[in-house]
């Protein structure tokens, strides 16, 4: 199980988003950290990176999500995130075989760097499009089995999973499995109204330069 990078009361993990050029890595994490879809993202030059802080399970999480650029140009940078990151989440299309027939290379860069010590997610994009759907749920989740992978869909665009993406990847980080932890939730309900445990803390922190790098904070 991946290990936290501090003591103390906060947990802090540093997690990586790959995948193939325009799937949806950055409208993902723009749709967790301000809920927003602009629809006019421009490519990611580089590597960029957002924080975020989570309470769960009453304790404080910070996610810092690092976003990759899909463009081959700069794969090479890559490799030195991977490398001391706890969770990597591999994105693709729905709509685009190509970015699903190469999750095996990401995931094999990500091995080659961290072996088993980090938490793999394959995440199927832009599942609103669904009339344009190449590749099937039931054909990812078998994927996602063979390579060791968790596996999620959802949509930057409507919004659909994306909180549950992340709140689901929050607990396993924190080494309770989300259903294994959401089952012990209902059963100490008392009373029934309880509210969800994770909440968002924070504000987004982009004006913090200490949280937000843009445009090749790589290098
Ligand atoms: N319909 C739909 N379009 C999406 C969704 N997510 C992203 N897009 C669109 O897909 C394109 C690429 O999105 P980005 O978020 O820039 O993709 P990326 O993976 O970060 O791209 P790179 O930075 O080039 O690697 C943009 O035109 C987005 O508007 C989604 O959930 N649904």
Redesign the pocket.
């Known amino acids: 199980m991946a290990q936290n990078t501090t003591s103390g009361p906060m947990q802090k993990y540093k997690i990586v988003?790959l995948?193939?050029?325009?799937?949806?890595?950055?409208?993902?994490?723009?749709?967790f950290i301000f809920d927003n879809?602009?629809?006019?993202?421009?490519?990611?030059?580089g590597i960029d990176f957002i924080s975020k802080t989570l309470q769960v399970d009453n304790k404080s999480v910070r996610l810092q999500l690092w976003?990759?650029?899909?463009?081959e140009r700069f794969r090479s940078l890559i490799p030195s995130y991977i490398r001391d990151s706890q969770a990597a989440i591999i994105?693709y299309?729905i709509t685009n075989e190509k970015s699903f027939q190469n999750l095996p290379r990401w995931i094999e860069d990500v091995k080659e760097e961290r072996g088993d010590e980090v938490l793999i997610y394959i995440l199927g994009?832009?599942?609103?499009?669904e009339s344009e759907r190449l590749i099937s749920t039931k054909q990812a989740e078998d994927k996602a089995k063979e390579l060791g992978a968790q596996f999620q869909e959802?949509?930057?665009?409507?919004a659909t999973n994306v909180a549950e993406f992340f709140k689901k990847l929050s607990y396993e980080l924190l080494g309770n499995p989300a259903e294994q932890s959401q089952n012990q939730q209902q059963q100490q309900q008392q009373p029934k109204t309880q509210q969800p445990q994770i909440q968002l803390q924070n504000q987004p922190r982009i004006q913090d330069n200490e949280d937000k790098k843009q445009g090749g904070g790589c290098c």
């Not at 976003?67 to 463009?71: E, I, L, P």
């Not at 959802?154 to 409507?158: I, P, Q, T």
């Open positions: 988003f995948g193939e050029q325009a799937v949806g890595k950055t409208s993902i994490i723009n749709r879809f602009t629809g006019n993202e421009q490519p990611t030059v976003d990759t650029a899909g463009q994105c299309d994009n832009k599942i609103d499009l959802v949509s930057a665009k409507n």
